[in-house]
């Protein structure tokens, strides 16, 4: 996956890069399979480049599947 290379922190996937320390590694949802989105338009979101930065948090908890936050 391009995103882990190349913009961990941004992309939301440093746990799953084990060269990086960034803090979404510690607030990561637990588990794959109970893992999923809460809002219907996160594609759009993801699209939009509007998963990681300042709307990470909020991402986290509505888009976590579609914008990669699901371990």
């Not at 996160?42 to 976590?64: D, E, K, L, W, Y």
Request: a positive charge.
């Amino acid at each position: 996956m391009l995103a882990r290379q190349m913009c961990p922190w941004m992309c939301a996937t440093c746990c799953m890069t084990k060269e990086y320390n960034c803090e979404n590694a510690t607030t990561l949802p637990s588990s794959a399979a109970t893992c999923r989105d809460e809002r219907q338009h996160c594609a759009a979101i993801r699209a939009a480049n509007s998963c990681g930065g300042v709307f990470r948090t909020t991402m986290m908890q509505q888009c976590a599947r579609t914008c990669g936050y699901c371990v």
